[in-house]
T-cell receptor
Framework: NAGVTQTPKFRVLKTGQSMTLLCAQDMNHEYMYWYRQDPGMGLRLIHYSVGEGTTAKGEVPDGYNVSRLKKQNFLLGLESAAPSQTSVYFC?????????????FGQGTRLTVV | GQQVMQIPQYQHVQEGEDFTTYCNSSTTLSNIQWYKQRPGGHPVFLIQLVKSGEVKKQKRLTFQFGEAQKNSSLHITATQTTDVGTYFCAPADRGSTLGRLYFGRGTQLTVWP
């Protein structure tokens, strides 16, 4: 049982390049999230999804797009990377109701935009 | 996002001292979760509080949910070096959109031997 897996773990991009971060969970969770973490700023929600085929904006969605075509996968895309998007990105997933709604996190992706 | 303040932002203690972090909301919460993130690691769930005035303990950690459900605290008794990390609260506003999970800015705890 792998839990939440993020790919890649590290990436360096040039300004203007695009990339996609992949998040995969094998716990059959309905909810999935993407966060960015910057020093002193905590975890800021970028986008989230409450089920397959649905996505919604979080606190800091600008410059990012997401898709959830399959229940187990949640993709985060950067269409034109900017240095301000240098950050550590975390994906998480959780059940929606009933059992504890604790979120399980991936190991993170460290992205540097130069 | 939700209006939640987590204080203090940093706390440095000597091993054996106690530590407390607070999470304060401007709105009534339906529940609150607490997470710990070790340096270089990812956040890990600690506990969820759902009832007014609830108090839960995990060994040296004591979690409280305020009577008015607008604040919560995490208290560590006799800190150890293994307690080092950042502690986050994740409050759920009663009126919040289903599925959104926001976090406070966290309290970074440093423990020196």
């Amino acid at each position: 049982n792998a839990g939440v897996t993020q790919t890649p773990k590290f990436r360096v991009l040039k300004t203007g390049q695009s990339m996609t971060l992949l998040c995969a969970q094998d716990m059959n969770h309905e909810y999935m999230y993407w966060y960015r973490q910057d020093p002193g700023m905590g975890l800021r929600l970028i986008h989230y999804s409450v089920g397959e085929g649905t996505t919604a904006k979080g606190e800091v969605p600008d410059g990012y797009n997401v898709s959830r075509l399959k229940k187990q996968n949640f993709l985060l895309g950067l269409e034109s990377a900017a240095p301000s998007q240098t950050s550590v990105y975390f994906c998480a997933s959780s059940y929606s109701r009933g059992r504890s709604t604790e979120a399980f996190f991936g190991q993170g992706t460290r992205l540097t935009v130069v | 996002g939700q209006q939640v303040m987590q204080i203090p932002q940093y706390q440095h203690v000597q091993e054996g001292e106690d530590f407390t972090t607070y999470c304060n909301s401007s709105t009534t919460l339906s529940n609150i979760q607490w997470y710990k993130q070790r340096p270089g690691g990812h956040p890990v769930f600690l506990i969820q509080l759902v009832k007014s005035g609830e108090v839960k303990k995990q060994k040296r950690l004591t979690f409280q949910f305020g009577e008015a459900q607008k604040n919560s605290s995490l208290h560590i008794t006799a800190t150890q070096t293994t307690d080092v990390g950042t502690y986050f609260c994740a409050p759920a506003d009663r009126g919040s959109t289903l599925g959104r999970l926001y976090f406070g800015r966290g309290t970074q705890l440093t423990v020196w031997p």
